[in-house]
C-alpha cells in the first residue's frame, strides 16, 4: 500500500514533513507529488522536513537527492531540515551530494531560510 506524504502550502512554500518510514512506492510517489504540487499552487520554495527519517538506503537517499534537485529545476527554493546525524552519514558515504540546497537544523530555521531565500536575501549555496 502506498502512504502518501502530506504536503502543505503555506504561502508561497510547500512544507513535506516525512513521518512514516516509506517503501520504496511511498518514496516514488512522494518525489512526484512534490514535483506535481509546485507545478500546481507554482511554489517559490520547499521544504522537505526529515526529522523523523532515521535511516535511509541507497534507493530513498536518492529519491530525498533527486526530488530536491527536480524542485529545483522547476525554479522552486528547496531546504532539507532535520537531517539526523546516521542519515548525514550515509549520504556521504553513498556520494549523494545535495547540490543548490540548503540544509537547516530544525524547521523552524528551515522556514526562515527558505523565506530569505524566497526574498533574496540569502544566496543559494
Known amino acids: ?5 502530506p504536503i502543505l502550502k503555506i504561502g508561497n512554500a510547500l512544507i513535506a514533513s516525512i513521518q512514516i518510514e516509506l517503501n520504496d512506492e511511498s518514496a516514488v510517489q512522494f518525489k512526484e ?4 504540487q509546485i507545478s500546481a499552487t507554482g511554489a517559490a520554495g520547499v521544504v522537505i ?6 535511516m535511509v538506503d541507497s534507493f530513498l537517499g536518492k529519491i530525498i537527492r533527486d ?5 529545483r529545476l522547476m525554479g522552486a527554493h528547496v531546504v532539507c531540515t532535520g537531517i539526523q546525524p546516521a542519515v548525514a552519514i550515509t549520504l556521504v558515504e553513498l556520494g549523494l551530494e545535495l547540490e543548490g540546497v540548503v540544509t ?4 523552524e ?17
Open 1 to 5: 500500500m502506498v502512504q502518501k506524504i
Open 33 to 36: 507529488d512534490i514535483l506535481n
Open 49 to 54: 522536513d526529515l526529522t523523523a527519517v532515521d
Open 67 to 71: 526530488a530536491a534537485l527536480m524542485a
Open 104 to 107: 537547516a537544523l530544525n524547521l
Open 109 to 125: 530555521k528551515g522556514l526562515a531560510k527558505l523565506t530569505a531565500l524566497v526574498e533574496g536575501t540569502e544566496s543559494n549555496a
